[in-house]
């Protein structure tokens, strides 16, 4: 089944404790990307990736890390996660980055206190 | 930046009845592309219009772009409760990398 797996699904941390949220995708896309979703400001890009080792910013970037050493994988880094991070994230992937149909994971829930 | 700007943010209706959401945006898009987000699990990709096509189908949905107003609706005939949902609507840009997605638009469906 065609899919994109983040993990871990919830997650509540300590501020400045680091963590990696995992993400993956079966599908062999090249394109990559991870978006944060807060009430009232809909979904923002953190950062995105075109291929392997390729990654830029997107609208929001600050406070995050990302990597791209193989193409099924897309970890996003908070090396020292404040209370403003606090959201929920969803990674994505597709086959030719914005002209063509995103497939989204299921959505990783990130509370720091 | 947000590019796309759903309108209305919130609608209930009843089953059966239709519901219509409108967005519009900025620049000049490749493509507009419509999603479905089922209370806070991932967006759900429901149809994507490129920028020389006016209108196009799929099941219930029906979605037409005015690249002159720069703006796109969004059609559910017949809806169900099971259509109860946020909608999104996303564009891609000339040049650019990136969707850039709407506020999102909830949709209650009173069975």
């Known amino acids: 089944e065609a899919q994109v797996t983040q993990n871990p699904r919830y997650l509540i941390t300590v501020t400045g404790k680091k963590l990696t949220v995992t993400c993956s995708q079966n599908?062999?896309?090249?394109?990559m990307s991870w978006y944060r979703q807060d009430p009232g400001l809909g979904l923002r890009q953190i950062y995105y990736?075109?291929?392997?080792?390729?990654?830029d910013k997107g609208d929001v970037p600050e406070g995050y890390k990302v990597s791209r050493k193989e193409k099924r994988n897309f970890p996003l880094i908070l090396e020292s996660p404040s209370p403003n991070q606090t959201s929920l994230y969803f990674c994505?992937?597709?086959?030719?980055?914005?002209?063509?149909?995103?497939?989204f994971g299921q959505g990783t829930r990130l509370t720091v206190v | 930046s947000q590019q796309g700007e759903e309108d209305p943010q919130a609608l209930s209706i009843q089953e059966g009845e239709n519901a219509t959401m409108n967005c519009s945006y900025k620049?000049?898009?490749?493509?507009l592309q419509w999603y479905r987000q089922n209370s806070g699990r991932g967006l759900v990709h429901l149809i994507l219009?490129?920028?020389?096509?006016r209108e196009k189908h799929s099941g219930r949905l029906r979605v037409t772009l005015d690249t002159s107003k720069k703006s796109s609706s969004l059609l559910i005939t017949a809806s169900r409760a099971a259509d109860t949902a946020s909608y999104f609507c996303?564009?891609?840009?000339?040049?650019?990398?990136?969707?850039?997605f709407g506020k999102g638009n909830q949709v209650v469906v009173i069975p």
């Open positions: 219009i490129r920028s020389n096509e």
């Open positions: 990736s075109m291929n392997v080792e390729v990654t």
């Open positions: 599908m062999n896309h090249e394109y």
């Open positions: 996303a564009t891609g840009i000339y040049g650019n990398n990136r969707l850039a």
């Open positions: 994505a992937s597709s086959v030719q980055g914005a002209i063509t149909e995103a497939f």
């Open positions: 620049t000049s898009i490749n493509n």
